[in-house]
């Protein structure tokens, strides 16, 4: 069974780029970690998949419950060393009006990767036992923009990470006409789309056509781009419940349409998370 890793966006930090603090709670540390447990969306967005995992090897490999559940216990205590977020900490936006806009380069849209701590981590990735589970649009294409050229998407803002995801899609169109066509508008698409490329049992040459395709340049080959790549799971985050003006069913129906690859896909969100991490954890890919 792979080792589990949770891996995240960044951390927000008050409007003035100070630490936001935890509710005091008895035993709990006092400022947010990666992906915090304690966090509001951390039951939907990171317990949802976990579970659903759990019960899909509940019916495929029943004997590998326990392993996989002390794996589940690695990485959701409050303080976890297997739970990590791609882009620093970064200060939120003024909320609510009348607010006095932020300091400069406080509170915008621009991430910032730390460069030696991720270029460390991508270089000792052990791509066949570990399984990173890789959360929402901007950390998912903000990880393969990076790989693909990192000296680009080291200080990326959202409408960059946005196009960048955008000329992967068309990259992957023109690579496999079977991918054309499938209504790349919505981001939970995109990730769905890419969830497939990395998870798909016949999906590696694709990967690596469009990631040609766009050219990488850095320290990293096309050979480790895929191998990384093709040890994660790429997954929603609020994606799933607020992707523009879709309703919360129709955006996971997006990722769920393209990470199956087809129309009518019957399965739920959740069934497709959990068969992916169940299969992908016990070394296998999706058919």
Request: aromatic share 10%.
């Given at each position: 069974m792979r080792r589990l890793w949770?891996?995240?966006e960044s951390l927000p930090l008050k409007e003035d780029g100070t630490q936001r603090k935890a509710r005091e709670a008895a035993g709990l540390p006092p400022t947010l970690v990666p992906l915090d447990p304690r966090h509001g969306v951390f039951p939907n967005l990171v317990m949802k998949p976990l579970f659903a995992a759990g019960y899909a090897l509940s019916q495929?490999?029943?004997?590998?419950?326990?392993?996989?559940?002390?794996?589940?216990?690695?990485?959701?205590s409050d303080h976890s060393g297997r739970r990590f977020n791609f882009f620093?900490?970064?200060p939120t936006r003024p909320k609510?009006?009348?607010k006095e806009a932020a300091p400069e380069n406080?509170?915008?849209?621009?991430?910032?990767?730390p460069d030696e701590d991720m270029t460390v981590r991508i270089k000792s990735f052990?791509?066949?036992?570990?399984?990173?589970?890789?959360f929402g649009h901007q950390t998912n294409f903000g990880l393969l923009w990076w790989l693909v050229d990192k000296a680009a998407a080291d200080k990326p803002t959202k409408v960059q990470i946005k196009k960048f995801s955008e000329q992967f899609v068309n990259a992957v169109c023109d690579c496999s006409p079977a991918h054309a066509g499938g209504g790349y508008g919505q981001l939970s698409s995109r990730i769905g789309l890419l969830h497939r490329l990395c998870t798909g049992a016949d999906t590696r040459l694709t990967l690596e056509a469009a990631v040609s395709k766009l050219n990488p340049v850095g320290p990293f080959s096309l050979t480790r781009i895929s191998e990384v790549m093709r040890a994660t799971v790429p997954l929603l985050h609020n994606e799933g419940y607020q992707d523009g003006t879709n309703p919360t069913g129709n955006a996971?129906?997006?990722?769920?349409?393209?990470?199956?690859?087809k129309v009518d896909v019957g399965d739920l969100y959740w069934q497709v998370m959990g068969n992916a991490i169940a299969t992908r954890i016990m070394d296998g890919f999706v058919e």
């Open positions: 949770l891996v995240g495929s490999h029943a004997d590998q419950l326990l392993n996989f559940f002390q794996e589940m216990k690695e990485v959701v620093d900490n970064r609510g009006r009348g406080l509170g915008t849209d621009q991430f910032a990767v052990d791509t066949l036992n570990t399984l990173w589970l890789v996971q129906g997006h990722f769920v349409r393209l990470a199956k690859g």
